[in-house]
């Protein structure tokens, strides 16, 4: 069965800082792999995803991934943290089939310091 | 655009109580999703529908039940209420075009079992 893990639950940077997110996937077939971002009390809303067209996938405000099949992963990262990025991140792969599971992982809380 | 619609947004139940929680989108999606959220646990599937007549268990089913009332509509009933359901539920929904596709969620239900 597919799944992600997510490195870390929580994250701590300071305002300018690199963010860097950690996700590494499980699958014997090729993934396709989603970044979420959930604000508080929301529900989630699509960063970005990965369908095999380029390994740097560029997402919304200034996010972007990308897909190393070496190394099974697909790291999350935006160059400057802005104060507003402040949220919880997931990870998630879906089944290759058409309408099937969408697994997520255990998710990343990001802190931005002022 | 209403997109995916979630009732009610709060609940409070008792031990061996029953209830249903309703999702409806309005996108014209054939893949809709449950799932439940929990501190340090991510979000994770308790059912899926891949089309309207279907529907497949996820990760956690136990305790819970589904109806693909329609295309537009998927129910999640808990007929005997646990302290271990108390979480937060999302709807999600999915186009038919493909694992590549992103999933849209609705607000979310806080269910508080006591």
């Known amino acids: 069965a597919q799944s992600v893990t997510q490195l870390g639950s929580h994250v701590s940077v300071s305002e300018g800082a690199l963010v860097l997110l950690r996700c590494n996937y499980s699958?014997?077939?090729?993934?396709?792999l989603f970044w979420y971002v959930q604000y508080p009390n929301q529900g989630l809303q699509l960063l970005l995803k990965?369908?095999?067209?380029?390994?740097l996938v560029k997402g919304i405000n200034g996010f972007e991934a990308e897909f190393k099949k070496s190394e099974t992963s697909f790291h999350l990262t935006k160059p400057s943290a802005h104060m507003s990025d402040a949220a919880e991140y997931f990870c998630?792969?879906?089944?290759?089939?058409?309408?099937?599971?969408?697994?997520f992982g255990q998710g990343t809380e990001l802190s931005v310091k002022p | 655009n209403a997109g995916v619609t979630q009732t009610p947004k709060f609940q409070v139940l008792k031990t061996g109580q029953s209830m249903t929680l309703q999702c409806a989108q309005d996108?014209?999606?054939?893949?809709m999703y449950w799932y439940r959220q929990d501190p340090g646990m991510g979000l994770r599937l308790i059912y899926y529908?891949?089309?309207?007549?279907?529907?497949d268990k996820g990760e956690v089913p136990n305790g819970y039940n589904v109806s693909r009332l329609n295309k537009r509509e998927f129910s999640l009933r808990l007929e005997s209420a646990a302290p271990s359901q108390t979480s937060v539920y999302f709807c999600?929904?999915?186009?038919?075009?493909?694992?590549?596709?992103?999933?849209?969620f609705g607000q979310g239900t806080r269910l508080t079992v006591v």
């Open positions: 999600a929904s999915r186009p038919a075009a493909g694992p590549f596709t992103e999933a849209f």
């Open positions: 699958s014997s077939v090729p993934p396709y």
């Open positions: 990965y369908t095999s067209a380029a390994t």
């Open positions: 998630a792969v879906s089944e290759s089939n058409q309408g099937g599971k969408l697994i």
């Open positions: 996108m014209n999606h054939n893949s």
């Open positions: 529908s891949a089309s309207e007549g279907t529907t």
